[in-house]
């Protein structure tokens, strides 16, 4: 049996939700995309939603309302997929990346905060995390960071819906309810999650943010708030207001989502089930194991360990037919971020460490114990041998 290292979960709930949508009027711009936005604002505690067509959709969009530009520059994770800077340089924005943490592999906030206090003033303009493999960030700290020194926060939040943590005030704080942040983003490809084929949500606490965001996912055109309709329009008139983006997400897509949301909370529950299984079977391995702060509530989407022997441990599952995967390769090392005038060339080595040792194992709620038993036993036989 493959044993794939993220796998989405499809219910007969779900088929029916699709079918239903495609026997009805609308197939896209219809009434689920708005039920969807509702039902994921609730989810994460925040007061918009903004549904689009994938989660680089979701990152540029967000970019685009912050305004980025090229005056701008950002402060960025080196440990993430390259869509979450790209979305900086598609603005004309220049990226700086920031050291990751050595325990939890997201932003380390201390090294962030000296980085800022060591520049001129008004050297940077906002920052972009990543809730790393699910582990929530201390925005409360970034944010009072942020504050500070006169930066935005966009938090990306692709590996965490559903993940929390309680702040200083005992305050329960999830991941998109943008409390400290100005904007979230998250990704609904099939991995993750809520699994719609694609899709992308954005979420603010800011009306403003939140009419530039709709502009920006259908071509800068609104039939609000127009400024040129005279008496000899009609119901047909539109303006484009903005430059946009065709970055529309479908009905279909968006039913989908809403069946994936109703149980999304018991597959946080079976992730860290899976998780809990980890820690206890491979204890004692010359392996080291994901660490969970107090207070935090980590939504698992991927499970990583680090081991010196890790090209031989991924080649060893790898013909037993579990496949492994490495999150990730760090964004500065990649060709195009080494020779882009854009990007500030600094040497980062906890990043760099990490990505030499981390190892993601197989997590996804449908997984069988049968296959969790599998990879368990097949990374002890690799390590007797």
């Known amino acids: 049996m493959a044993i794939p290292y993220g796998k989405q979960e499809i219910t007969e709930e779900d088929i029916s939700a699709i079918v239903e949508t495609l026997q009805s009027d609308f197939l896209t711009q219809g009434p689920k995309i708005k039920e969807f936005e509702e039902n994921f604002a609730q989810y994460v505690n925040s007061r918009f939603a903004v549904a689009v067509s994938n989660g680089t959709a979701a990152l540029h969009c967000a970019t685009l ?12 994770t080196p440990n993430s997929f390259v869509s979450t800077s790209n979305a900086v340089l598609f603005c004309g924005g220049k990226i ?3 050291d990751i943490n050595k325990e939890n592999f997201c932003l380390d906030l201390d090294l962030l905060e000296s980085k800022i206090k060591a520049a001129p003033k008004g050297t ?6 990543v809730d790393f493999a699910g582990y929530p960030v201390n925005t409360q700290r970034l944010g009072k960071i942020a504050k500070e020194h006169n930066l935005w926060i966009l938090e990306d939040a692709c590996h965490a819906p559903g993940a929390s943590y309680i702040n200083s005030e005992g305050k329960e704080i999830i991941a998109g309810d943008n409390t400290y942040s100005d904007i979230t983003i998250f990704s609904f490809h099939p991995v993750k999650h809520i699994a719609c084929g694609e899709g992308g949500m954005i979420t603010t606490n800011s009306e403003e943010i939140y009419k530039k965001l709709l502009l920006a996912r259908s071509h800068g055109v609104t039939k609000e708030n127009m400024t040129t309709l005279s008496e000899s329009d009609g119901d047909w008139y539109y303006e484009m207001q903005d430059l ?17 949301l109703s149980r999304a909370r018991k597959g946080i529950l079976n992730r860290q089930r899976i998780a809990q299984f980890y820690n206890e079977s491979l204890a004692g391995l010359p392996i080291e194991l994901p660490k969970v702060e107090k207070n935090k ?3 698992y989407h991927l499970y990583v360990i680090k081991t010196n022997k ?9 013909s037993k ?15 195009f971020y080494k020779k ?10 906890i990043a760099n460490e990490y990505y030499s040792k981390c190892l993601s194992l197989p997590m996804y709620p449908s997984i069988k114990e049968e296959e969790l038993i599998k990879v368990v036993d097949s990374i002890k036989e690799f390590f007797q041998k």
């Open 65 to 76: 309302a912050l305004e980025v530009n090229n005056r701008s520059n950002v402060l960025c």
């Open 96 to 98: 700086t990346f920031s």
């Open 124 to 129: 940077y303009t906002g920052i972009i995390v």
């Open 244 to 260: 946009g983006y065709n970055y529309r997400i479908t009905d279909i897509q968006c039913a989908l989502g809403i069946s994936q």
């Open 297 to 299: 509530n980590h939504a």
């Open 310 to 318: 890790r090209k031989a441990l991924y080649n060893f599952l790898r």
């Open 321 to 335: 037919e579990i496949y492994t995967q490495i999150h990730y390769i760090p964004i500065c090392n990649q060709p």
């Open 340 to 349: 882009s005038s854009l990007v500030t060339q600094e040497e980062f080595p």
